[in-house]
């Protein structure tokens, strides 16, 4: 191949003592799609970020097209050629589309007074907007008014109005609905066309498989290998990205569909909003119900609302019990737990220590005879569920925040098996968590339903769910379209077509 | 790690900054008093009486108004350089607790004797004063009569020198019988700090002086009750040929608004029963309204009475706290007089008027500079072991 | 909402202000604005607490609560009152000569208190805890704790707030500042993205410290025009205000500022809080109406009152709206 | 792994500091009083005198600080509560009833906080600005129409002699003390409590009723008030319109100087305040007679903001962010 537009070299970055990258060297070639796989915290962000000007490394250098390359920004960097769509939301709401177009630089609007020119920069927009291919949004928009989907696609239009030599893609597709995705797709097909590159980086094997040219691993801060097309081989990619093979099953061993009897949780024509449709489900012991669809089909609210969490405008969550489910503290009282899909936000509480964070749910379990929280009956309870979820710490007194996306994930189950929940609603409960973490988790995950607890697990990866679950349930406005009940043979292209 | 360094670094260098900063602050008042000092010296190097320097605290709730300021100066710029004395201000004492704290600070810092210039809770002071043995003088206002009664006997309580509250009435009624004899028809009022007893009498005697009656009442005791009782005056309560079209008290954020308002209702005169010349003499003057106050004989009031705006001022100079001074310092010396009955010295000090500037101009250089009403020379006649309750008594009354 | 509907909507809170206050004064046979001189006052007072509500909103806005407004209004001034005076003694020209010295006394004191904030990167509400009790300190040592008077008062200043006309055209001039400053510059719209997103606008290459500078730079100087306007109104400052005592200038900015965010839905926000003060001022002008029968105290719990009143209301009219559209 | 070690040693540390700053403070102080030659303990007596009313409040306010939320309040409320107390024992003479009556109204005040704001939803801060405005004001009103020509209000002072004793004092502190630590450390209110500081939306969706312990921690802090009106009292058994208007403020500087975040959550600390609270007054008071001049109040208070800042700053090096802090 020709010379590479890209070369970062000896790149090191430390954040406080945890080393993220450890001299790497990359290499990115014109007309290369290049995707980056490798657990969390394997430095597959950092380096892009680094690229991308959003950071700087401690230590190497970088070199673009020959010259030597330390942007000072990531509009910086945009400007002189590599752009970057960030994994978590990169626009702003408050502000109007346009404006989020050219965040940091509107000073190149200005007029002869020296102020905004607000037409000139929403024209702009439509104009960017609709080269890349998006209807339906407008400059004048105010982003706040746009759905998750529509904000991602904002964002791709900023980097490749730019029409750089480089677009670095971070964790961006499970945002994407189909239509999104192919416009995605497209453009990174049009960029390869063009003789430029792409770096993308991604969880799902598969479709980064499908995507890229060329796939380097990442784990701990090094390059371990770089794929090529003819390499591809999903189980020699994993087993590559956590440094050893994987042991046991990945999911479910078994394909039956199988529960006891016992209804512990019915949910009786729920109505939220344009949100949920009268719903209705019926979760047993021992059984794991998948539900699937896309981001805004309602699924994820529809964990909420089983554990109370939100006003319904009618219907009802009637526990195993008989009683009536109406806050999270009912919910609690009946033993279900709630893994919210957004971990950092909803789930923990990042200043606080392990020790607390698993502690709070469980106070009830081991507060001493008159009724006080003991420093030593909490250290024994909460070892317990360091030590049976492996979670990798320093000691329980660590702050949350400083865990990888894993063993933050970790914390969170310990915290609601911990406490003996017998009914757990998992939104996304494998969402940025590596594959080494996440087969922990299936297999977990197995266990308790052997142990006759009931999981209701909601997913946007098709392949959990189906490897996951006795029954899926698809949702899709609001509404269950279709169940799915476990057997060798579903696929995802079954399911596909009741989500869309 | 370096970086931090360098910002831990740049706070000290902040904090060192400030203390220099703050010490090149004070370094021309050190060096005014040493001046001062130095000035004494040369003055007067006879009269040192004992050979320790007497440290005598002073509690202060105002440090800005016209009336402490002169008051301040007197002791730390005259007393200061004329006898072997420190005094040491507090700050301005807002409460009773800061009140005791600041004794039980003298106290500990081996202090002689407090005089007190602030009333949060004078009963506290003296009992403090009392516990701690230092001897406690009140210098502005004095107790009323069931407070006085209470603690007169006190060992540490050397005396109270000032106007009486029967005297504040008057002072009062003579300022209003000035301007009703004027021919005024139409004044406006400012209390001050009513509930304030000493504002509450002055008001009370202007209203008697105008000729006009207060919910009826016309004598003192029924008028001051009324008044604390509705916290102000009520201006439906008052009748008279002489109209109050307007009345404020207090100062704060709406005061401004008010005097637009009480201006507004276009009085021929505006009565203040202190503090008006800190507050309202701009205004008032630009307004061409005529106003009187009772306050102290300093350098703003005169420019005031020049100006013609300030038409009546009764006043004490600020030297009449000096016998408190005295007192106190016979106390310290072992002398501690009392009065007839063996209790401590009460004693009343009277207003003096100007409604002119001759009168005024007369008042004030007497007063300032280098020989103030209460002058070494005068002050040295009730200073000494056998000085009696007699002579201080004459001595004050005659001035 | 269309234009009309959003001009009604705008107004409406001023306009219903003033019918209420106006029957309230009519029925004790008065007008909350009965002559020229009140109608001087009633102006003058808006501009103050137009400006004030502004300078509160520009740092509370992003998050940022801000003790120290009320020790740079007084240092400010201070600064202003005293080189004013040495320059002219008081002369013609005292009252622009002392706004623009305090105007420039306030942008370097809040520039001061932005870098400070910027350099410790503690959370801003102790920094200006900090920064509150130093110009306090600083305002003593310069003034001894006693009130300025000499220095501010003179014709030129009795002047400044003799009349309408210059607090007008104080308020033409920041409302017009205000506007292009922060709806139509760069600055601005980095503004609005920092205080919305600010993750985002400083991974996009946002310069924030340079940003939140400007910030606390605009409302120190803003904070020092409402000194020399308070000093004129009050003929006096005050030196002597230790421990914190300067803050309470900020909490009469709350209630503006919650009307002004309410009228800010149907107009330019900028436009709200000069709304908003004109309907403190009118409350204002009432209680000096009623000044004989509402002293100082009734008034602290008045206000007290309207701004839980106004809040219920706010919060719970949101959630109303939130219930009925479900 | 050995690295993070060393950081959470390094950061455990960091939390003793403001212990340090006690004892160097305590040390200091000593040196300063016996070099002046002035009385030790009486000086002891005064600053223990001086910080026990700011530590007490301020430990019951931590409750509310850890929530998340803070109060500026306190002070006015330990106002009204000694006011009600005074008044209580004028009516019935009994020493019980009035101390009901201080606990009473004291709790009762900080309830009204917590329920206007968790019933009607407004920032339990801006309620308290509210709370403030009214209770200083009533207290002001009854302390002038009662306290008549004494300008204050009181009990008699041999009502409270007995208790006015370091001894006594000093147990009620501990005490105090011990209950909060209790609540805070022990019950899994406290625990809870720190979890809704920390991370609220989390808390909701654990099962933990943010409202529930909202009224709690003003419980907790409305016994700190009472009990710190009632200690008022026992040093000066009067109460005048400014009685513990310093202590209001104060609480915010003593927490942060004990080293809680003001935001409150999971780092919050039970003993915060009354280390804060002793610290910052030994720092005033060694200031005060460092810099023995009455002219020199402002520049005490300049250099004691500095050390604040100085002190805040180091111990919250450990939690530097990229973005500037909110």
Redesign the interface.
């Known amino acids: 191949m020709n010379k590479p537009v890209l070369e970062m070299k000896n790149i090191s970055k430390r954040f406080?003592?945890?080393v993220a990258l450890n001299e790497v060297d990359l290499e990115v070639y014109p007309g290369e799609i290049r995707g980056l796989i490798g657990e969390n915290g394997s430095g597959k962000s950092t380096i892009s970020s680094i690229a991308a000007g959003m950071q700087k490394a401690n230590e190497g250098e970088m070199f673009f097209k020959g010259n030597r390359w330390e942007p000072a920004s990531m509009i910086d960097a945009l400007n002189k050629g590599i752009g970057m769509v960030v994994q978590e939301s990169g626009t702003i709401g408050g502000i109007s589309v346009a404006e989020n177009m050219f965040l940091a630089e509107l000073g190149s609007f200005k007029n002869k007074f020296g102020l905004v020119d607000k037409n000139k920069l929403e024209r702009k927009a439509d104009e960017a907007l609709k080269s890349v291919g998006i209807a339906g949004i407008s400059g004048r928009d105010a982003m706040g008014r746009l759905d998750f989907q529509d904000r991602k696609l904002v964002e791709i239009a900023k980097v490749i109005m730019k029409n750089p030599d480089i677009l670095i893609i971070d964790e961006t597709s499970t945002a994407l609905s189909h239509d999104g995705r192919q416009i995605m797709y497209s453009l990174i097909r049009k960029m390869r066309n063009d003789g430029k590159s792409v770096i993308f980086i991604s969880h799902d094997l598969d479709e980064i498989m499908e995507v890229c040219d060329t796939l380097t691993v990442l784990r701990d801060g090094n390059i371990i290998r770089t794929f090529e097309k003819e390499e591809f081989e999903a189980d020699a990619i994993r087993s590559s990205m956590i440094g050893r093979e994987l042991k046991g099953d990945y999911y479910r061993a078994d394909t039956e569909c199988t529960s006891l009897d016992e209804v512990v949780l019915s949910a009786q024509s729920l109505n939220y909003k344009d949100n949920l449709k009268d719903v209705s489900l019926e979760l047993h012991r021992g059984e794991i119900v998948g539900v699937g669809g896309l981001a805004s089909s309602g699924m994820h609210d529809l964990g909420e609302a089983l554990?109370g969490?939100l006003k319904l405008d009618s219907g009802h969550v009637i526990c195993g019990s008989g009683k009536e489910i109406l806050?999270?503290?009912?919910?609690?009282?009946q033993k279900i737990g709630?893994v919210?899909k957004d971990r950092d936000?909803?789930?923990?509480?990042?200043?606080?220590?392990i020790k607390?964070n698993i502690?709070?749910?469980g106070?009830?379990i081991f507060?001493n005879k008159i009724?006080?929280?003991?420093s030593s009956g909490e250290k024994r309870y909460v070892k317990k569920q360091v030590d049976e979820l492996k979670i990798k710490c320093?000691?329980m007194?660590?702050?949350v925040g400083?865990l990888s996306g894993g063993n933050k994930q970790k914390v969170v189950f310990g915290?609601w098996i911990g406490c003996g929940s017998e009914i757990l609603i998992l939104d996304c409960p494998t969402r940025g968590v590596d594959i080494g973490v996440k087969q922990a988790m299936y297999q977990l995950m197995v266990k308790l339903k052997n142990e006759g607890k009931a999981i209701l697990m909601i997913s946007e990866e098709l392949p959990e769910l189906i490897g996951m679950s006795d029954r899926v349930l698809i949702m899709k406005d609001g509404e269950i379209t279709r169940e799915f009940k476990r057997s060798s043979t579903l696929s995802e292209g079954d399911i596909i077509s009741y989500m869309i | 790690m370096n970086k931090?360094l360098t910002?831990?670094i740049g706070?000290?260098m902040?904090?060192a900054m400030?203390?220099m900063?703050?010490c090149g602050?004070?370094a021309p008042?050190?060096q005014g008093s040493a001046d001062n000092a130095a000035s004494a010296q040369g003055a007067e190097t006879t009269t040192q009486p004992s050979g320790k320097t007497k440290k005598i605290g002073v509690l202060v709730a105002d440090v800005s108004g016209e009336e402490a300021l002169g008051f301040r100066n007197y002791y730390e710029k005259y007393i200061q350089e004329n006898y072997d004395v420190t005094f040491?201000?507090?700050?301005a004492l807002?409460?009773?607790?800061?009140?005791?704290?600041a004794i039980?600070?003298f106290?500990?810092?081996?202090y002689d004797a407090v005089i007190s210039l602030s009333?949060?809770?004078?009963?506290?002071q003296i009992?403090t004063c009392e516990q701690?043995g230092l001897y406690y003088a009140i210098a502005s206002g004095v107790l009323?009569d069931e407070?006085y009664e209470k603690y007169k006997g006190y060992e540490h309580f050397v005396c109270q020198i000032g106007p009486s509250?029967a005297t504040e009435f008057e002072a009062g009624k003579a300022m209003g019988e000035y301007f009703k004899n004027q021919g005024v028809k139409k004044v406006a009022l400012y209390g001050a700090f009513i509930?304030?007893?000493m504002h509450?009498f002055r008001a009370a005697g202007i209203l008697t002086g105008l000729g006009c009656t207060y919910g009826g009442a016309n004598d003192m005791e029924a008028i001051v009750g009324q008044i604390?009782?509705d916290?102000g005056i009520d201006l439906s309560k008052v009748s008279g040929d002489v109209e109050l079209v307007a009345y404020l008290q207090g100062y704060g954020d709406t005061t401004t608004d008010e005097l637009g308002a009480a201006i507004q209702k276009a009085p021929e005169a505006f009565l203040s029963v202190g503090m008006a010349t800190t507050f309202f003499a701009q205004t008032l003057s630009q307004e061409n309204i005529p106003f009187a106050d009772i306050d102290s004989f300093t350098a703003m009031n005169s420019q005031s009475m020049e100006s013609g705006s300030l038409k009546y001022l009764a006043g004490k100079y600020s030297s009449s706290i000096g016998p408190v001074f005295a007192l106190v310092s016979n106390a310290i010396d072992g002398n501690l007089i009392r009065n007839d009955e063996g209790n401590a010295v009460s004693l009343n000090q009277g207003y003096l008027v100007a409604t002119d500037k001759a009168t005024f101009d007369e008042y004030f250089v007497n007063d300032n500079g280098d020989s103030p009403i209460y002058s070494k020379e005068t002050l040295d006649s009730i200073i000494g072991s056998q000085v009696t309750y007699q002579d201080v008594k004459s001595l004050v009354e005659s001035k | 909402m269309s234009t009309p509907k959003r001009i009604v909507n705008a107004l409406a809170m001023p306009v219903v202000t003033l019918v209420v206050l106006q029957t309230l004064c009519l029925l004790n046979g008065q007008s909350v604005i009965s002559n020229m001189k009140s109608f001087d006052n009633f102006i003058v007072y808006t501009a103050i607490v137009m400006i004030t509500t502004m300078a509160l909103s520009i740092n509370l806005n992003?998050?940022?609560f801000d003790f120290s407004l009320g020790s740079m209004a007084g240092l400010s001034c201070i600064i202003g009152a005293k080189i004013t005076y040495g320059i002219l003694s008081g002369g013609n020209g005292s009252a622009p000569l002392m706004l623009c010295i305090s105007l420039v006394a306030g942008v370097i004191l809040g520039l001061i208190s932005g870098l400070?904030?910027?350099t410790?990167?503690?959370?801003?509400?102790?920094?200006s805890?900090?920064?509150?009790?130093?110009y306090?300190?600083?305002?003593?040592?310069?003034t001894?704790?006693k009130y300025v008077m000499s220095e501010v008062q003179n014709p030129s200043m009795s002047g400044l707030t003799g009349t309408w006309v210059y607090a007008a055209l104080i308020i033409a001039a920041v409302l017009a500042f205000m506007i292009i400053t922060f709806d139509k510059t760069a600055f601005g719209y980095d503004y609005n993205a920092l205080k919305s997103g600010?993750?985002v606008a400083?991974a996009t290459g946002i310069n924030?410290?340079k940003n939140?500078l400007i910030c606390y730079g605009i409302s120190g100087g803003l904070m020092g025009i409402v000194g020399t306007l308070n000093a004129a109104r009050n003929t006096t400052i005050n030196g002597g205000q230790?421990?914190?005592g300067s803050?309470a200038i900020m909490?009469t900015a709350?209630l503006p500022m919650f009307i002004a965010g309410y009228i800010g839905r149907f107009t330019n926000e900028k436009i709200g809080f000069l709304l908003a003060a004109v309907c403190m001022s009118l409350l204002n002008s009432t209680f000096a109406v009623f000044s004989n029968s509402v002293n100082a105290?009734?008034q602290?719990?008045i206000?007290?009152?309207l701004?839980?009143v106004f809040?219920?209301y706010l919060?719970?009219n949101d959630?109303i709206k939130r219930l009925l559209k479900a | 792994?050995t690295?993070?070690?060393?950081?959470?040693i390094k950061q455990k540390l960091i939390s003793l500091l403001p212990i340090a700053a006690l004892l160097v403070l305590f040390a200091v102080f000593l040196v300063v009083v016996s070099i002046?030659?002035?009385?030790?303990d009486?000086?002891l007596?005064?600053v223990f005198?001086?910080a026990l009313?700011l530590a007490v409040v301020a430990t019951g306010a931590i409750f509310i600080y850890t929530l998340g939320t803070f109060d500026i309040s306190l002070g006015a409320s330990t106002l009204f509560a000694a006011t009600m107390g005074v008044m209580t024992y004028n009516k019935t003479q009994s020493l019980i009833l009035m101390i009901v009556a201080i606990f009473a109204v004291g709790i009762t005040a900080s309830l009204l906080n917590s329920v206007?704001a968790s019933v009607?939803?407004?920032p339990p801060f801006?309620?308290t600005?509210?709370?403030?405005?009214?209770l200083?004001?009533?207290s002001?009103?009854i302390i002038?129409?009662y306290?008549?020509?004494?300008?204050?209000i009181?009990i008699p002072?041999e009502v409270v002699k007995p208790f006015d004793n370091i001894g006594f004092k000093a147990m009620l502190l501990i005490a105090f003390f011990a209950i909060c630590f209790f609540v805070f450390?022990?019950?899994?209110a406290?625990?809870?409590m720190?979890?809704v500081g920390?991370?609220p939306?989390?808390?909701?969706?654990?099962?933990?009723?943010a409202s529930k312990y909202t009224i709690l921690a003003f419980v907790m802090a409305g016994i700190g008030i009472g009990l710190g009106a009632f200690l008022?009292l026992c040093?000066?058994?009067?109460?005048?319109t400014?009685?513990?208007?310093?202590i209001?403020?104060?609480i915010?500087?003593a927490i942060?100087f004990g080293g809680m975040?003001?935001?409150g959550?999971?780092?919050s600390k039970i003993y915060a305040a009354l280390i804060g609270g002793f610290s910052y007054i030994l720092l005033n008071d060694i200031l005060e007679i460092v810099?023995d001049?009455?002219?020199?109040?402002?520049?005490?208070?300049?250099?004691?903001?500095?050390?604040?800042?100085?002190v805040?700053?180091?111990t919250?090096?450990n939690y530097?962010?990229?973005?500037?802090?909110?």
């Open positions: 406080g003592s945890v554990f969490a806050s999270p503290h009912n919910a609690m009282g709630y919210s936000q909803k789930s923990l509480c990042l200043d606080a220590s607390d502690a709070i749910a106070m009830n507060k009724n006080l929280v003991t320093s000691d007194d660590q702050a400083q915290k | 931090k910002k831990v706070l000290i902040a904090g400030t203390v900063a703050g602050n004070s008042a050190a040491d201000y507090t700050d807002a409460s009773a607790e800061d009140e005791k704290a039980e600070k106290a500990s810092k081996g009333s949060s809770d004078r009963a506290q009992e701690y009323d407070q509250n509930p304030n007893p509450v604390f009782q916290q | 992003s998050g940022r400070t904030y910027c410790l990167r503690l959370p801003p509400i102790i920094v805890l900090g920064v509150t009790l130093v306090e300190g600083i305002m003593y040592t310069i001894g704790g600010q993750k400083v924030e410290v939140t230790l421990n914190f803050i909490f709350f105290t009734m602290s719990i206000n007290a009152v701004l839980v809040l219920i919060n719970n959630l | 792994m690295d993070k070690r060393k950081t959470n002046n030659g002035y009385r030790l009486m000086y007596k005064i005198n001086e009313v206007l009607f939803h407004i801006v309620t600005v509210a709370m403030m405005s009214v200083s004001a009533l002001a009103q002038t129409s306290g008549g020509a004494l300008g204050g009181s002072s450390q022990f019950t899994k406290g625990r809870r720190k979890f920390g991370n939306i989390c808390a909701e969706l654990t099962g933990i009723k008022t040093y000066t058994p009067s109460v005048t400014t009685t513990a208007s310093s209001g403020m104060n915010f500087i942060v975040p003001i935001s959550g999971a780092r810099i001049s009455s002219a020199a109040y402002g520049i005490t208070q300049v250099i004691s903001a500095v050390f604040f800042l100085a805040v700053y180091v919250s090096m530097r962010t990229a973005l500037l802090p909110r």
